[in-house]
């Protein structure tokens, strides 16, 4: 995603890293033990963050991202930052690995993921709305934000 180039390495990273973390307390946590590893993908929430990525942000990736709209229809759109705060710690008392509670975009994106975090009850809805999704959905997507990102170099992209 154009914008993202800090942004999504760092966070495919902590999913490794939690990943990594899980792995290691299974092996030397005792079944007393009462750490756990959680990972949170909330998706965009309203903080003083969000208000300064808004000034940085190009009009494409805006655009790609829903976020071509005014300060006040944005914060009618997204959760505050208490509210998602809550949610994640929340589904992390109920023992969720994966929390992306907030955002259907977010919970898609994780049931196209591979590797080693557990998938949410028996895995069976992840599995088949993972397939769904990595055979349809990203292709279409990729495709649109492709075709938005050539228009947008065309026209003379960031001046």
Known sequence: MPGSIAYTPAKVAVRALADSLRMEL???CSPSCTYSIHCAFPGDFVSPGFYLEQNTKTPLTKRIQGLNHTIAELEAKYPSSDKVASQIISAAE???FIICKDSTAASLLFTAMTGPSPKRGWGIFDSV???????IVWPYLRRQW???IKKDGLEGGMK
């Open 26 to 28: 299974l092996r030397y």
């Open 94 to 96: 109920k023992g969720e």
């Open 129 to 135: 709305v993972g397939s769904i999704v990595s055979w």
């Open 146 to 148: 492709e075709n938005e």
